[in-house]
């Protein structure tokens, strides 16, 4: 399947910005969903953000609404995260994943990257 790569991530101070790239080694994921989901030490996964295939049809998170943008350009196999205003509890390992429907639910997606690890300091 799509193997997928993160990259982006770093140390940020609260109200920076950083925006997390997540490229696809198929021209197939432009065929798919794809989306971003964090996980944070001692909590369960969670979604973030989704994307439909053509980038026409978003979905966030409520806690993330407003300063998160989801976008992706598929000619570049390449789907991105903008997140602004960042909050300290922002912190997670942030996960790309394709292969899901529009859900916010990680066990309905099927292909994963290895992850990129965002902090956010107060």
């Known amino acids: 399947h799509v193997q997928l790569v993160e990259s982006g991530g770093g140390l940020v101070q609260a109200g920076g910005s950083l925006r997390l790239s997540c490229t696809a080694s198929?021209?197939?994921?432009?065929?798919?969903?794809m989306g971003w989901f964090r996980q944070a030490p001692g909590k369960e996964r969670e979604g973030v953000a989704v994307?439909?295939?053509?980038?026409?049809?978003?979905l966030y998170a409520d806690s993330v609404k407003g300063r998160f943008t989801i976008s992706r350009d598929n000619a570049k196999n390449t789907g991105y995260l903008q997140m602004n205003s960042l909050k300290p509890e922002d912190t997670a390992l942030y996960y790309c994943?394709?292969?899901?429907?529009?859900?916010?639910?990680?066990?309905?997606?099927?292909?994963w990257g290895q992850g990129s690890q965002v902090t956010v300091s107060s």
């Open positions: 994943a394709s292969g899901g429907p529009l859900s916010l639910t990680p066990n309905q997606w099927t292909a």
């Open positions: 198929r021209s197939t994921f432009r065929h798919y969903a």
């Open positions: 994307i439909n295939f053509n980038g026409g049809t978003t």
